[in-house]
């Protein structure tokens, strides 16, 4: 009953055409948003800020720009942990370099300098497909990482090969990076910037480049007869993809985590990130904030709950108890929904607008 | 009908074409043009190089002798996303649909070539980033409207059956706004009362927007019946090119369709 759209008209391809054609999920929307700014820093804990909240949205961020990449150009990367990690030392270069620089030039000029480096691991896309395209980006994952180890000018020649994030700040004394970086200053500076960054994103795909990445997804013969450049759009997807995984890394890297070494970057993290995309939804904004969630929340979820229960579980048997169920949750949803928890959520929706209705 | 129409110049010359893949010759020496405002239908038996003929026509093969000149010109070497950009629009013989888009998202890529706003104005999706989307989008809708295809509208094609999809596909191609029209066996697969609703599509295309078309087509009832005028292929050699009246008394016809021993 509360999820109806009857009495609502639309007499514009305007309105036609919004985000959210229909006023409940405006509603839902913007909830979401004064929950995110407003009730959350109130109440949460340092820890779920900074443990929880912000990881989740640095990885959503990933998770679009892989999104981008994969699920709407249809062009399969395992490259993201490398990307990140050109995110992650340009930015560290450009901040160590250029101290005067605002914190948030630094980031736009890291996520275009990881955009360019897309563009490079991604000319080989006009030649090869599927599988094959996804080993290339393989190649692009261990070279960047093994570059970032071998060359010590990457980390300032520091003997461990952790960089460490200095302090810097937005604006006045609100810093986001650093020791002294306040966790909501942190929370708010990566909510801000990942809502416009998604916002940007879900324009991209609903409007002409959106289409044409689709097309090259879904035929690339067909594309090309009505007019498209398959090699302009796929590196278009590659530069934007890979602008937002190289942002992303840099916000890992000096916002999260405040310090790491390349290693943080390898091919486990572009597969937990590819996970996200498969298990959110492969083509959907919205999917990659689902997965992100899935993938940083259901752990720690699997870890307290027994406790919360009361059994006593040894910390070895544990872990391995979470892994098993881990991957069975996976398994499970790819069963039941192959397109993901976005597909779910959409389906939920629909049936929602007929109850009690079947249809 | 046919009075009122002003059959014009040709607008493609296509002049003593040969394609061969390795050993095999699929055209041979063909030599055909296409007038402005008319259809052409190109006929023939199976691997007669009909497709190939189309596949020449728009860019996908090159054929090693032969020149071809649209609106006059003779071009180059050239690749499809080139062909759509001097107008010539075309459908598939299996249907080339982007099938995990909706209806309305099909026929908005064929008005991809016109939408000029770079990504930058589309990550805001304001102004006039916005201005252009609506402008295309009644566009569609006309599309939409003409093809009687309102309801499936934001349906993914991927669900809906053949005969609808072949109509969207042609709705991509017209939403192109195309000077010039292939279209690959349209009526492949229908039944007859799809096969006339179609036959009526292409003939208020011609006859609205004054598109010039050549298609290929086995129904020979609708071949006679919507073609200005029809060409014949068998074997990679064009063996007979006139109005649909004198190619059916066509002896050479008669023989290619009718099976007369080839000799070598």
Redesign the interface.
Known sequence: MLYREAGQFKSSYGADEAIFPIRQDRWLFAAALIVAYVVVPLIASEYWLLSILIPFLVFSLAAIGLNILTGYAGQVSLGTGGFMAVGAFATYKLATSFPDLNIVVVFILAGLITAMVGVLFGWPSLRIKGFYLAVATLAAQFFLIWMFNKFPWFNNYTPSGVISAPPRAVFGHVFVTGAEANSVDKYLFVLSAVTLLALAAKNLVRGRVGREWMAIRDMDIAAEIIGIRPLKTKLLAFAISSFYCGIAGAMWAFIYTGGVEALAFDIDRSFQILFMIIIGGLGSILGSFLGAAFIVLLPLLLERTPMALGFDVPVNYLSNMQSMIFGALIIFFLIVEPRGLARLWQIGKEKLRMWPFPY | MAAAKRIGEPVLEVRDITLSFGGVRALLDVSLEIRAREILAIIGPNGAGKTSMLNVI?G?YHPQEGTIAYKGRVRQRM???E???QGI??T?QNV??????TTL?NI???R??K?R?N?LW????WGP??AE??EH??FA?RIIDFLEIESIRRTPVGQLPYGLQKRVELG??LA?EPELLLLDEPMAGMNVEEKEDMSRFILDVNDEFGTTIALIEHDMGVVMDISDRVVVLDYGRKIADGSPDQVRRDTAVIDAYLGVAHEA
């Open positions: 728009n996908f690749r499809p996303h062909a759509a950009e629009a075309r598939f080339a649909l982007f099938r995990g888009m998202d908005m890529t064929g991809l070539l939408m706003r990504f589309q990550t805001i999706h980033a916005l989307e609506l989008r009644v809708e991509r191609a192109m």
